[in-house]
C-alpha cells in the first residue's frame, strides 16, 4: 500500500499535464502524429509510469505513435525532471488505451440491438 496515495495521484497528473505539453510543443517525431493522454499510473516506488494514449486511426497507427513515444521517452523523461521537484522521476511505459474504441464498438451493438427490435406501438394512439 502507498503511503500516501494523493501524492502519487498529484504526481501522475503533473506528469500526465507536462507530458500532454512537451508531445505538443517538442516533440518532432512524425510516428506520433495526433494523440491525447488518456491517464498516467505511478508506481508506489515512483520508479515507473504507465502513460496510456489515445490516436485516431487504426491499430497501425496506435503501435507507429507508441514506437516514436517510446523511441523519445529519454528526452521526455529528462524535460520531465527539470520541471518536477522530485528525486525520483520515474520510467516512462507507454501503453494504448483501448477504451475509447471498446467503447464506440459497444455504442454501436447497442445501437444495432435497439434498431432491430419491432417498433413499439403507442399508447396514445387511436
Request: aromatic residues 4%.
Amino acid at each position: 500500500m502507498a503511503k500516501n496515495p494523493s501524492r502519487i495521484a498529484r504526481i501522475a497528473d503533473q506528469i500526465q499535464k507536462d507530458l500532454a505539453e512537451l508531445v505538443r510543443t517538442e516533440l518532432k517525431d512524425p510516428r506520433v502524429g495526433m494523440i491525447t493522454l488518456t491517464g498516467v499510473e505511478v508506481s508506489n516506488d515512483y520508479h515507473h509510469a504507465k502513460i496510456f494514449f489515445t490516436t485516431l486511426g487504426n491499430a497501425e497507427a496506435a503501435a507507429r505513435a507508441r514506437a516514436g513515444l517510446q523511441h523519445a521517452s529519454g528526452f521526455l523523461r529528462s524535460q520531465l525532471a527539470s520541471g518536477l521537484k522530485l528525486r525520483i522521476v520515474p520510467e516512462l511505459h507507454f501503453v494504448h488505451d483501448e477504451s475509447v474504441e471498446r467503447g464506440i464498438y459497444l455504442s454501436i451493438l447497442i445501437d444495432d440491438a435497439i434498431a432491430s427490435q419491432p417498433p413499439v406501438p403507442d399508447e396514445n394512439e387511436n
